[in-house]
């Protein structure tokens, strides 16, 4: 069974500085792994993906995000924040279950960019 | 190539009412999977249609069902509505079969059990 720690449920920047939103996973499996965004009052749109290859992933909006299988990790960063990176953003890990492949979502971090 | 859709986007209900949701996936997309939003619980997977067949379900009780029409269109049903079933409900499409592919999702259907 896998699953998705995202560390903070709330981070606050100033707009221009760095943005770092934490993911670890556990997997048993190699992982695929997901960061989505959420807009208030919409579904989640897909930022970027890991499947295999590269483990730094280029993402929309000028996020990208680093698979480090030792950390079990895939944090999610942006050098300068604007303020319509405002939202929340869900990391996810995909295994199978039950004959399907079912991700997994964290519990999500809500961004929060200050003038 | 339209989107997800979702209709209703709001619904209001009472308590004991049943309702039904309705999800139009992206054309091609033979999977469906349906989720339920809130502040407290965060995004839990209620299940999944794959060719008109539920392929996969998370743990929610009877209560919640769902089916998906040879269209690939689903439809999910919630009876004897409870006031904790207030939620965003969010369908998602995806081509489906292979880990890698990434869900699409709806704008989702606000649901207030009063």
């Known amino acids: 069974a896998q699953s998705v720690t995202q560390l903070g449920s709330h981070v606050s920047v100033s707009e221009g500085a760095l943005v770092l939103l934490r993911c670890n996973y556990s997997s048993s499996v190699p992982p695929y792994l997901f960061w989505y965004v959420q807009y208030p009052n919409q579904g989640l749109q897909l930022l970027l993906k890991?499947?295999?290859?590269?483990?730094l992933v280029k993402g929309i909006n000028g996020f990208e995000a680093e698979f480090k299988k030792s950390e079990t990790s895939f944090h999610l960063t942006k050098p300068s924040a604007h303020m319509s990176d405002a939202a929340e953003y869900f990391c996810?890990?995909?295994?199978?279950?039950?004959?399907?492949?079912?991700?997994?979502f964290g519990r999500g971090t809500s961004l929060i960019v200050h003038p | 190539k339209a989107g997800v859709t979702q209709t209703p986007r709001y619904l209001i209900k009472t308590r004991g009412q049943q309702v039904t949701l309705s999800c139009s996936p992206i054309s091609g997309h033979r999977s469906v999977s349906w989720y339920q939003q809130t502040p407290g619980q965060g995004l839990q997977f209620l299940f999944e249609?794959?060719?008109?067949?539920?392929?996969n379900k998370g743990n929610f009780p009877g209560r919640f069902s769902g089916r998906q029409f040879s269209n690939s269109r689903s439809e999910m049903n919630v009876s004897t509505l409870e006031l904790g079933d207030s939620a965003l409900y969010l369908c998602?499409?995806?081509?489906?079969?292979?880990?890698?592919?990434?869900?699409?999702f709806g704008p989702g259907t606000r649901l207030t059990v009063l």
């Open positions: 996810a890990v995909s295994g199978l279950s039950g004959g399907s492949y079912i991700p997994t």
């Open positions: 998602a499409s995806s081509l489906g079969g292979e880990p890698y592919n990434e869900q699409f």
């Open positions: 890991y499947t295999t290859g590269a483990t």
């Open positions: 249609y794959f060719s008109e067949t539920q392929r």
